[in-house]
């Protein structure tokens, strides 16, 4: 048995390829560097999307017709949403995508990628006591999301954030999502799979701790006391460390050269480039015998925090770039893979588990 499926291969995918060695990722052909900051979310989803559905349009005619999924997503969501006011955002927006039709249509995958890029900003203006803002069929996705959080900038980092995490090989909830799709089920159920398994910290769910320890270090003015305490504890620090990269996440650059296009972010990146040194300095001298660099999400907080989405709604916003791959896997595995059924070892009461 591999503890954590750990180096076991459980796909063929022409999707993407991460090599934890050398720190690349490459989506259908192109390396990360060459598609964030370069290429649009929406001819990302076309990238990822091509074999995988037979009326797939061009690009143009893609990104207008989720244009159009965007306002149908905030026409379905407007009477949800104060049924939804007591949830946390992430649940609020799971429950909201729970109910749609479960098909495998371009329709239902355009649907799914238009319902969290409309639901988090307006469940954010909600629980701010503001109108939801319908969305502009003619911006572009990500420019529409952040005109729908009510913000007029930071559309182009957001789209780079997009792109970035638009899919990233077998990780847990493209895992999940495929599983689901192995059984034939639609596309809503293999969304809902990846969305939970996205939630929790070890995955989607670190960038908002990475926030709170920053905000922790910043408030006690001592990132090695803040930082050793915390180890000493047996807590991990959010935002390092990585199953297959044993070099720095190439994500993370990616983010970082975003940030860059954002006004008013240098304080705040100087200071948590100084907690990260810090960090990498500290998991070094204590995990020597495993290799434990910065990921994806110690500068998704950042950038996501700098283009005004509040913590609570990070991992909502990961989900959104997410759920582009979540649909391409899912039909490639629909179409070209087994249904998922692995063994398991029975361990008779009181029988010791293997090391
Ligand atoms: N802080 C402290 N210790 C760590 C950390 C960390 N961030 N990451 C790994 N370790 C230690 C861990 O405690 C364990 O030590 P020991 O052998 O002494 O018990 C050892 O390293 C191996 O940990 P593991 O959980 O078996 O290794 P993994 O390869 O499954 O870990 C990880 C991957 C992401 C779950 C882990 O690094 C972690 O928990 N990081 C913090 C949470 C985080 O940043 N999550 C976002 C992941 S990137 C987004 C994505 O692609 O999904």
Redesign the pocket.
Known sequence: MS??L?DVVAAETVLSDVDGEAGRLIIRGHPLEALAGHWTFEQTVHLLFGGFFDDLPDPERLAATLGQARVEAFDRARPLLPLLADLPVYDAMRTAIAPMPDGVTLDDALRLIAAPAVLIPALLRQSAGQDPIAPDPSCGHADDVVRMLGRDKGGAALDAYLVTVSD?GL???TFAARVVASTQAGLTSAVLAGLGA?KG???????G??IEMLDGIAAEGDAHAWIDR??NH???????????YRVR?P?ADALKAALHTLDRVGGRLEFAEQVERV?LVA?RQ??Q??V?ET????YTALLLEAVGFPKESFTGVFAMGRVAGWIAHAREQALTGRLIRPKSVYLEEGRARAA
């Open positions: 503890s954590g750990e990233h990780n847990a909830s996205l910290p070890l995955h989607g769910g670190a960038p701790p990475v915390t180890l047996g807590d991990r620090l959010m935002g390092f460390g990585h199953r297959i996440d994500r960090a998991l204590r995990k015998s495993r434990i990921n994806v999400e110690f």
